[in-house]
């Protein structure tokens, strides 16, 4: 059944060329689409003999994507989502920690103009980083500094 084969194939190809994707993601996508047993393992182990998969363009992508707009929190649960390796998620994050308060006070930037005026409006500011990513400690020195204008 050669057709089906590069059937399966050309979805996979597709789902590559519109952006990286990890093997347990094409994995995931593609399953249903498999007709015979081993099928789609063959044809993964293929592509990513080939280079079509790599864990850490997907990773690279990942950052590129969504760092100026999330914390390490979220962006770790999207990388393990994806189903890449921890030890691969964990480097990817020691870069992103170093950033994490720069990153959070542009975000917080674009979203508010002002200082929290009082609890309620810092709650609010508050709880619209934690959803983004960004942990407490990050949260409570944005929200302090100057409102969370750069030093």
């Known amino acids: 059944m050669p057709a089906q084969q590069l059937s399966l194939k050309g979805r996979a190809l597709r789902l590559l ?5 990890s093997r347990a993601e094409l994995e995931r996508k593609l399953g249903p689409h498999e007709q015979e047993p081993g099928q789609l393992r ?14 850490q363009r997907v990773v690279e992508s990942v950052l590129h994507r ?18 890449l390796d921890g030890e ?6 020691i870069g992103l920690r170093a950033t994490e308060l720069q990153r959070a006070r542009e975000v917080w930037g674009r ?4 200082p929290p005026a009082g609890a309620a409006e810092r709650s609010k500011q508050a709880r619209f980083l934690a959803a983004r990513g960004f942990d407490g400690e990050v949260i409570r020195r944005v929200l302090k500094s100057n409102g969370g204008a750069p030093e």
Do not use: M, Y
């Open 111 to 114: 979203k508010f103009d002002a």
């Open 42 to 55: 063959r044809i993964l182990d293929d592509l990513q003999a080939k280079g079509f998969i790599n864990e």
């Open 66 to 83: 969504r760092s100026g707009r999330l914390g390490a929190a979220r962006i770790r649960q999207e990388l393990q989502a994806k189903g």
């Open 88 to 93: 691969l998620v964990a480097q990817a994050l």
């Open 17 to 21: 060329g519109a952006r990286e994707h």
